[in-house]
């Protein structure tokens, strides 16, 4: 036969806290014997029946009220030590006692049961939407794939079929540039490959943070090298506050997330446009700036842009052909960056045209900077 009771948890709490709540009701009931009427107690013990009854099954909770009913009889009511009763009123409290808490009981365990469906509902609907965003990611990440991925795999297979067929025949410049966009789109490929896998590591916590304390100038400096390497027909400069301090962070995510956003900044940028890196102190943050003078990008976008997957629409950033789009992954990856390290990114506009990322990050205490040898501390 189905149990038409809720189970409750096998727990030592759970076992003794009906017990504890009965013996400081008998406590109290002796203390208040002679300072209040037989009703009085009577509603005192129909108080401790409900409070036990939140630990308590319905079956249970009625068999330690029609217990708790005797006791309260045997020990209270006249002729004391006795199971008579000698006025028909205290017979009729005695009984009102007892379906009283039962009723309590019965009503507690609606409530609990009521209280558990909507729990369950609200569980179901959790794992529904959940579901249901799992879903729509998954749509969104193969079709996004099924065209950013295919773009450059296409250019690749172009190129590579054109030096295949006209090996020995094509000049030496032909095939050197076929061989740059193989390796452009490449690198593209990689890049996009590595932000998906990041951003899938951070989001699922599975990523080992090595927090080390870094230099910003040389954080900076060495991304910015990079990308004077990586662009050598653009202008990235570096724009550094003095005393600058350590940065407790993992360096290998930070020169990722500023690879990103130096992407980023160059792709919506006129060539002919500088890119600045900035860092210094503002109140107890440092904050590390990329500076960009393209076209900029609307309020609305400001925050939706961090979202995965989501790319700003813009007249200068076609969808397709011209300027090489991103899968919508990159700021997504840099706002993760910025979380896992406790700080947060955002963008603003750059004062004459152009947009501003900073990333936030809070002061740590500086490190004792061992003494080097042969020096005499003070």
């Known amino acids: 036969m189905k149990n038409l009771f809720i189970e409750r948890p096998n727990t030592i709490a759970a076992s003794l806290a009906p017990v504890l709540v009965w013996g400081i009701a008998l406590i109290i009931f002796y203390y208040l014997d002679d300072k209040l009427s037989l009703g009085n107690l009577a509603l005192l013990m129909v108080l401790a029946s409900a409070i036990a009854s939140l630990w308590l099954s319905p079956r249970l909770s009625m068999l330690t009220s029609a217990c708790a009913v005797v006791l309260f009889n045997w020990l209270f009511v006249s002729p004391r030590f006795t199971l008579i009763v000698d006025l028909r009123q205290d017979v009729i409290l005695l009984i009102t006692i007892l379906v009283v808490s039962s009723v309590v009981s019965y009503l507690m365990e609606l409530t609990r049961r009521a209280a558990d469906r909507e729990a369950k509902h609200l569980l179901q609907s959790q794992w529904a939407r959940e579901s249901a965003q799992s879903h729509q990611l998954r749509n969104t990440l193969l079709t996004s794939i099924s065209h950013d991925y295919r773009t ?191 700080g947060f990114i955002q963008i603003s506009d750059t004062e004459g045209g152009g947009a501003t990322v900073a990333l936030h990050l809070p002061l740590s205490v500086q490190p004792i900077m061992p003494a080097l040898s042969g020096e005499v501390l003070a």
């Not at 350590?246 to 997330?257: E, M, N, P, T």
């Not at 500023?258 to 904050?287: M, T, V």
């Not at 950033?317 to 992954?329: A, F, L, N, Q, W």
């Open 152 to 342: 450059p795999l296409s250019t690749v297979m172009s190129a590579a079929s054109l030096i295949a067929e006209q090996a020995g025949r094509a000049p030496s410049e032909q095939l050197a540039q076929l061989a740059c966009t193989i390796l452009d789109e490449a690198k593209h490929l990689n890049r996009m490959t590595s932000n998906t896998l990041q951003l899938a590591k951070l989001d699922s916590r599975r990523i080992d943070i090595k927090l080390n304390w870094e230099s910003v100038e040389e954080i900076l400096g060495t991304v910015g090298l990079r990308a004077r390497r990586n662009h050598p027909d653009r202008t990235v400069e570096i724009y550094l506050a003095d005393d600058l301090p350590l940065v407790l962070c993992d360096a290998i995510l930070l020169d990722q997330l500023f690879d990103n956003l130096i992407d980023n900044g160059l792709r919506h940028s006129a060539s002919d446009k500088p890119l600045h890196l900035i860092a210094h102190i503002e109140g107890q943050e440092l904050q590390l700036l990329v500076r960009d003078f393209g076209s900029g990008i609307s309020d609305e976008w400001k925050s939706r842009v961090f979202d995965i997957f989501q790319r700003v629409e813009s007249p200068d950033v076609p969808v397709d052909g011209g300027r090489r789009r991103g899968i919508g992954v990159g700021l997504a990856v840099c706002r993760a960056i910025a979380e896992v390290h406790d």
